[in-house]
């Protein structure tokens, strides 16, 4: 069974129709979706993880229909199924890293497990700020905790919008292995929005150019 079957999907954005083609991904599969700013990434990807809904088409994540109920079915699959990295990151603010990625686990119904947490952090080079919020780290600190975030609950499908955006060539390095590592150990699949050019060499794998 495909991880995301993706058909007809379009959004209305800007009183404009993108179109994203037809997508399935199995386990293990990265797909790099690309193109300029404003060409509609962020939208489908929004759309695929149940976050904005599209003007026609269908998706499944693992089998299900992601927008076939009600939001707080959506929110649950999105919470267990999938991991999504943010442009905006929406870290909590008030609360350490360590437990931004503890509270996923609690909001997706699953024990909280701070060794996995810690280790996340650790492969991403943040894991001595541990315990420090977010609003004291940088911007590249910052969208490193987040994707540790994203695969924290080791979800079947992994959606990353512009995930090395704000990072030099070796941190963008380091974020592209640890999420090559995630597809290959956790058979996830791997859905990524960028611009980032860098990323075309150093993850392999489909690509979809939007205009």
Do not use: Y
Request: hydrophobic share 50%.
């Amino acid at each position: 069974m495909a991880v995301l079957d993706a058909q007809g999907l379009a959004v209305i954005r800007g009183g404009r129709s993108i179109v994203l083609p037809d997508l399935t991904l199995e386990a293990g599969e990265t797909c790099l979706l690309t193109g300029p700013s404003g060409s509609g990434k962020s939208s489908l990807i929004g759309a695929i993880a149940g976050l904005l809904a599209p003007s026609s088409g269908a998706v499944r994540i693992v089998g299900q229909d992601r927008w076939a109920h009600a939001r707080p079915a959506r929110d649950w699959l999105r919470a267990r199924r999938i991991g999504v990295v943010f442009q905006t990151l929406h870290l909590v603010p008030v609360v350490s890293v360590l437990d931004n990625l503890l509270l996923a686990a609690r909001l997706a119904g699953l024990a909280p497990d701070q060794p996995r947490a810690l280790a996340l952090l650790e492969r991403l080079g943040v894991g001595d700020l541990a315990r420090r919020k977010p609003v004291a780290m940088s911007q590249g600190q910052r969208q490193r905790v987040a994707i540790a975030r994203a695969v924290m609950n080791r979800p079947a499908l992994v959606l990353a919008d512009e995930p090395t955006s704000a990072l030099d060539d070796a941190a963008a390095g380091a974020v592209a292995a640890m999420l090559a590592d995630v597809v290959a150990e956790s058979g996830a699949a791997l859905l990524i929005a960028t611009h980032d050019a860098r990323l075309a060499d150093l993850l392999p794998g489909r690509r979809i150019a939007l205009s």
